[in-house]
């Protein structure tokens, strides 16, 4: 029996990855880390055949002990989190060899392609127009300097990947803007999305970071977690795909996963919501009005980067070695549903039962 052992379970990315890897496999064991009861009830809500281990990300000794039963590690949680991967890390390395070895498959992100707009504090512009991609030139993913974001532990995982490929199989998967609802037992929204939608509504016009004209990668989150089971389904097979007959690494140094259904200009985006928000009755105009990078970042933590900052990727390896596809619907075709989400929350949509009691 195949056993897993999964951090974020409560958490957007790993809620939905564990949805899509429990329905599919419920034969498979799974632990997972949760910091208290009340989370690991709301996972045994949606997932009673889980498992529980209590504690958080610096939990050092209980990562390394279930890192090192478990065939397969999924760490959903925190990217930047260097104490927590380097125990999983170590508990493989101690628990597994080279006849059989254990599989680490690590969340990153393309935040890590900020670095030239961080750098030059450049937002809203289309500078650079660097495109990356995982296979062909997985080598320039691989060694991005060391000031880019999530470039530390990325650096931490590879190292594993490479130094003890025998006992420790890794793979980094590296979204962009994550859209759609998720389906885990928690959190449901994701972040760049939502929240610039919820400022549009409170600001009562669109809104865009300076010129407004920088591009990053989208995909659903069901997508995403598509590649996720196929990655857990690859490993829980032994990794038997990777560099044979001519075909791309799925794992080790070369094991680097983007994941994208195409890219969108966040200043349509913001075009996007403004119409529909305006649509809705939700604001009284469908103007955008251009924003600074202090007025960004007062919407939301690191506003700026997030809207304002160019992040361009190409997914080539997934498809190459896993046969993956993204199917789910394109982010323009789900900003209806953000838009009323952001207008509930806000409590400016009206619910049923408010509608039903005459209130609307």
């Known amino acids: 029996m195949t056993k897993l052992f999964v951090t974020g379970s409560t958490g957007f990315i790993g809620g939905d990855a564990l949805y899509a890897i429990v329905t599919t496999h419920p034969e498979y064991e799974i632990t997972a880390l ?7 009830a709301q996972v045994a809500a949606q997932h009673p055949s889980i498992k529980f281990v209590y504690g958080d990300l610096d939990s050092e000794i209980i990562l390394e002990e279930e890192a090192k039963k478990a065939d397969v590690v999924c760490h959903f949680a925190h990217a930047d989190h260097e104490v927590a991967a380097r125990a999983m890390i170590k508990g493989i390395i101690a628990g597994h060899s080279t006849e059989n070895p254990g599989f680490l498959i690590h ?8 670095f030239a707009d961080i750098r030059s504090q450049t937002f809203g512009e289309a500078l650079g127009q660097d495109v990356y991609d995982d296979l062909e030139g997985v080598a320039a993913v691989t060694s991005l300097p060391d000031d880019a974001p999530h470039r530390e532990v990325d650096k931490i995982v590879l190292a594993a990947g490479t130094e003890h490929a025998g006992s ?3 793979a980094i998967v590296c979204p962009p803007t994550i859209y759609g609802t998720g389906r885990g037992p928690a959190k449901t929204r994701s972040h760049q999305v939502p929240e610039l939608a919820r400022s549009t509504l409170e600001k009562g016009h669109g809104i865009q970071v300076n010129a407004g004209q920088t591009y990053w990668g989208n995909v659903h989150i069901h997508d995403l977690s ?11 097979a032994g990794g038997k795909t990777a560099d044979w007959q001519g075909k791309p690494a799925v794992w080790g140094a070369e094991g680097y996963y ?3 259904n195409g890219e969108h200009v966040w200043g349509d985006v913001s075009k996007w919501i403004a119409a529909e928000a305006y649509k809705q009755g939700l604001i009284t105009s469908d103007e955008v009005k251009n924003m600074s990078i202090e007025e960004a970042n007062k919407c939301t933590p690191q506003g700026a980067a997030l809207w304002g900052a160019n992040s361009r990727a190409v997914a080539k390896r997934a498809k190459a070695v896993l046969n993956w596809e993204p199917k789910f619907a394109s982010l323009k075709d789900t900003i209806k549903e953000a838009v009323e989400l952001e207008g509930k929350n806000l409590g400016l949509v009206k619910g049923h039962a408010e509608k039903a009691a005459g209130k609307a």
């Open 226 to 236: 598509a590649l996720y089971l196929k990655l857990v389904e690859e490993a829980a």
């Open 258 to 260: 983007f994941c994208e």
């Open 34 to 40: 949760v910091r208290n009861s009340d989370k690991g």
């Open 168 to 170: 420790v199989k890794t």
């Open 107 to 114: 969340t990153s992100g393309t935040g890590i392609l900020l």
